[in-house]
């Protein structure tokens, strides 16, 4: 069954709660299993970490099946594994005593062969201080080249689609580096790529986002991607539609990350203010290309949904002045922004509500 593409936010968030939620849980309860099975204690725990702690990146990004009409379903199925890959292989390259780039590169290569059904098996560990996973990363690869196959026209996604996935694993290995090594090569690597009014960190930042990639393939699986489109979307989405949703995934993370000694990008800005003005100038930007692509509405929503989804979060309101960028990006993003993130706020609440309800049960 074909789903509409809505084109407001109501009928966005039904057809989402009922249809596209219920189905990342489903995929994300075979992974989970499947992560529960590696025999290696450290790789099961971050793989069972990176998805009980980033369930909402699939949520979120399941979002754009519904532009996959009859075939959402794949959509679904390629997001959440291609997610899971992501944000596991974050957890390790974190969480990695080596901090060696070669090491983290391998990793990544699986996030290019996720794009390349006729890619040949890879032994993604050769170089990571552990290595027993029971195939859980080839399966994840192996979940998406079998979308992938599917698609009517392989080379015109691909061609894309590499593209950004080489700019993420590219960042993933300059991020994760030793600590003194990490600007320079990130400041280093921006000279080359970036052609944009950009700093090295918000380049860094759009380089860091799966939304490109997702939505190259909801048109793929819907059969209207041809070169053209693909690159609009590319164009589209990089760098400001990206740049906003990893400098806001960066903004509530300021405290963890300051805890952890992880880089954030939100640090380097000069003040606050410049931060805040930087972030209204991303928001203007990715409004503006978003209504360049097909279903403009809905990639306006997406824009104004990452603003509600983000700035919903609880730790936002443990950032100082997070009511004055709220305001901002609020007035800038339209209203739409504001119901997506009451809608989130009142996620949270039900989804706590239960929780604590669960808890007092098994007492």
């Known amino acids: 069954m074909s789903i509409e593409v809505p084109s407001t936010p109501i009928p966005l968030m039904i057809t989402v709660y009922r249809k596209i939620f219920p189905a990342v849980r489903e995929e994300l309860a075979f992974w989970k299993q499947?992560?529960?099975?590696?025999?290696?204690?450290?790789?099961?725990?971050q793989a069972?970490?990176?998805?009980?702690?980033?369930?909402?990146h699939c949520q979120g990004g399941a979002v754009y099946a519904l532009l996959a009409g009859k075939r959402w379903r794949d959509c679904v199925r390629f997001i959440v594994a291609y997610q899971t890959i992501s944000d596991y292989l974050d957890n390790l390259c974190d969480r990695s005593t080596s901090l060696d780039a070669k090491s983290f590169a391998l990793l990544h290569t699986s996030m290019i062969?996720?794009?390349?059904?006729?890619?040949?098996?890879?032994?993604?560990?050769?170089?990571?201080?552990?290595?027993?996973?029971?195939?859980?990363?080839?399966?994840?690869?192996?979940?998406c080249n079998d979308i992938v196959r599917k698609l009517d026209d392989i080379p015109t996604y691909q061609e894309?689609?590499?593209?950004?996935?080489?700019?993420?694993?590219?960042?993933?290995?300059?991020?994760?580096?030793?600590?003194?090594?990490?600007?320079?090569?990130?400041?280093?690597?921006?000279?080359?790529?970036?052609v944009y009014p950009l700093a090295w960190y918000e380049f860094s930042a759009a380089a860091g986002s799966t939304l490109g990639v997702f939505c190259l393939m909801a048109y793929s699986l819907a059969g209207r991607l041809y070169r053209k489109l693909a690159d609009e979307i590319v164009t589209a989405y990089f760098p400001y539609i990206q740049g906003l949703h990893i400098l806001l995934d960066y903004y509530i993370d300021q405290q963890e990350d300051k805890e952890e000694a992880d880089l954030n990008f939100c640090s380097y800005y000069k003040n606050e203010s410049i931060m805040h003005e930087r972030f209204k100038y991303f928001c203007e930007q990715a409004k503006l290309y978003a209504v360049t692509i097909p279903n403009s509405k809905f990639h306006v929503m997406v824009v104004q949904g990452l603003i509600g989804l983000y700035l919903g979060d609880n730790k936002v309101g443990h950032i100082p002045n997070s009511k004055r960028l709220k305001r901002l990006l609020f007035q800038t993003a339209g209203y739409p922004a504001i119901f997506f993130h009451r809608n989130t706020r009142m996620y949270y609440f039900l989804k706590l509500f239960k929780l604590q309800r669960t808890a007092v049960t098994h007492k």
């Open 160 to 194: 894309q689609a590499i593209k950004l996935a080489g700019l993420y694993s590219d960042l993933q290995v300059h991020k994760h580096v030793i600590h003194e090594e990490r600007v320079p090569r990130l400041t280093k690597w921006s000279n080359v790529k970036n």
């Open 113 to 143: 062969d996720a794009h390349c059904p006729k890619s040949l098996p890879k032994d993604y560990y050769a170089l990571f201080e552990h290595k027993q996973d029971n195939g859980y990363l080839q399966q994840l690869v192996k979940t």
């Open 48 to 56: 069972l970490a990176s998805m009980s702690e980033k369930e909402f």
């Open 34 to 45: 499947r992560a529960n099975e590696i025999p290696d204690q450290e790789l099961r725990y």
